[in-house]
């Protein structure tokens, strides 16, 4: 169970006025949950700009499901990753989802888990495949939604 | 099948050889195929900008699976989504993958599609739920990788 | 003078002790003092996601200064906003900084205010003039700093 | 002057008239124009990534000009960094530029360069100070705009 502390923070009314609005709008239940979630992003944010930081990441990506070898390209990556072979040793494939976009396009999300700089270096290799039309890497920092 | 067009661009030679040391580094197969990537980024960004435009999103949540009433809630809003309520009618949940992270830890990514617009205003409600601790919302144009 | 008002956020420990340390290395003076700037950022990205709000914005462009006719056009185009013309009447130019980076190339950084969807199609225009060789437009919003 | 190499590019018809669609509107005077600054922005963010490499940044503050002391200590910075003392001797500032915005608050663009490490470090030491609202680092890479 976490354990809660409470502290106190001083802001000007207008700028509280402007949050609550914000907040109200977003559908936040309280001030408390709003401000938690300011402060875990920007943690976030941080741990994920160092290369050795442990997170979890979404590999995104739009690919033509015609592309010969992309897809058994991706597997095989998946499974040496899964199975931590010397390349991608510090990055492991958690999971994937698929779906069918249209007649030529696939989305893949692949969910990968390690450091930052391996899982950057992964990412890159993946969307530089040729039929692999637009793509993204998320970052996510582990250990910071943990409450232990 | 895709019809290709073939288009000349000039570059000065630094430039050009520092964009092919990159494309290296990432493992692109040609220039082409790097430059395809940048376009369809670029016109995908663009798109994303724009409230009306149809696109294609990954919720991507992380989540404690404690949280009471939490997951009930995520899972009505996918199937009111998917059954086009009123409320979210031009968003569909398409899919959801689920990682479990540690003992308190979910990995939640939902993919939705729809308008640009309603996309955000589901993602803000999901992201500021009580007991959703970190989260981030992607999107990709639709129709940008789709060569007809 | 700003009003100041208190509230109280409960936190748990683990995750205040990693924003302490945080805070203490980008060496904020208090957890007030960073959680305001956190709630301001939240506030301003925002706001200048909305294209009819007001903001001020720094056009940040490298050019090449022998690029013919581009000073010429810039000075033009900073002129005619400033006298409030038909075309960009609802932005104006406060003022600009010139830095000689080398045989080539000059940074301009043109400060701009008025509606975001104005600025952002006046910074394309010029991002877009041949001689720009990098640019990027940044926004904050006006009204969050202000404490009246 | 700079030399320039013509390379040819393969794109299916349908991107290539979404892209040409986009860079009229934004005002682009050729493909090459446009590509160029892609292959740029790509080179240039590629770069700004690394912290040993060198950058040029705008380090945009919104800031109360009431806040005492927070001038002055702006102003040590810059001179401390200029002469190049021990603490901050990999960063220059070149200029700054300082905007009234309203009857508080100020705009102040800091022009450094340096490497982007150490620029990062002093820009948040600058962004953390008490009476700054308001933030961001711009960094460009250096030696991406320059045609040799």
Redesign the interface.
């Known amino acids: 169970m ?15 006025s ?2 609550d609005k ?2 109200t ?20 944010r ?1 741990q994920v700009g160092d290369p050795k930081s442990q997170a ?1 990441a ?1 590999l ?1 990506l ?3 499901h015609h592309a010969t070898k992309l897809i058994e390209r991706l597997i095989r990556l998946q499974h040496s990753s899964t199975a931590g072979s010397h390349r991608t040793h510090a990055v492991h494939v ?4 698929h ?1 069918h ?2 007649e ?2 696939c ?1 893949e ?1 692949i ?1 990968l888990r390690g450091r930052v700089g391996e899982i950057n270096n992964i990412g ?2 993946i ?4 039929g ?3 793509g ?1 890497i ?1 970052l ?1 920092a ?1 250990g ?5």
């Open positions: 976490a354990q809660l502390e409470r502290i106190g923070i001083s802001l000007d009314k207008k700028l509280l402007m949050f914000l907040i709008k977003q559908g936040y239940p309280s001030r408390s949950e709003a401000i938690r979630d300011l402060v875990r992003q920007q943690l976030s941080e979890v979404a995104f739009v690919y033509d958690i999971s994937s989802l779906v976009l249209d030529h396009d989305l999300i969910v890159e290799n969307l530089s495949m040729k692999v039309k637009l993204r998320n996510v582990m910071i939604g943990s409450e232990s």
